[in-house]
């Protein structure tokens, strides 16, 4: 079974930019959809983007569009989340989960993922 490790979240200012990375161990990593979500205190989590399997399909949340980029590296069981501009609301903990899915699809619902990481907090000062 896949296990998901997020890193990169930090400190940084207002119009900083992060890059995130969500590393998986297991051998069926190419079969599977990966999302970005997070959650800051008092609120529900929000999908930010997925990617799928085949690395074609990248839809954005409305919040983060434009301003955030995910891309993977099957090579090396990672993804990425790129995240330019950043502003105090996008302070949050930051997941990455997966979905066994190897028709290239990715869903931005947390519904769709089966497996989540821990989670890395980004807080971004104003």
């Known amino acids: 079974q896949l296990q998901l490790v997020e890193s990169g979240g930090g400190l940084v200012q207002t119009g900083g930019s992060l890059r995130l990375s969500c590393v998986a161990s297991?051998?069926?990593?190419?079969?599977?959809?990966i999302g970005w979500f997070r959650q800051a205190p008092g609120k529900e989590r929000e999908a930010l983007s997925c990617i799928s399997n085949g690395g074609t399909l990248t839809p954005y949340g409305e919040s983060v569009e434009g301003r955030f980029t995910i891309s993977r590296d099957n090579a090396k069981n990672t993804v990425y989340l790129q995240m330019n501009s950043l502003r105090p609301e996008d302070t949050a903990v930051y997941y990455c989960a997966a979905d066994r899915n190897r028709y290239d699809e990715c869903y931005l619902r947390q519904t769709a993922y089966e497996l989540w990481g821990q989670g890395t907090q980004v807080t971004v000062s104003s």
């Open positions: 297991g051998r069926t990593w190419d079969e599977y959809a």
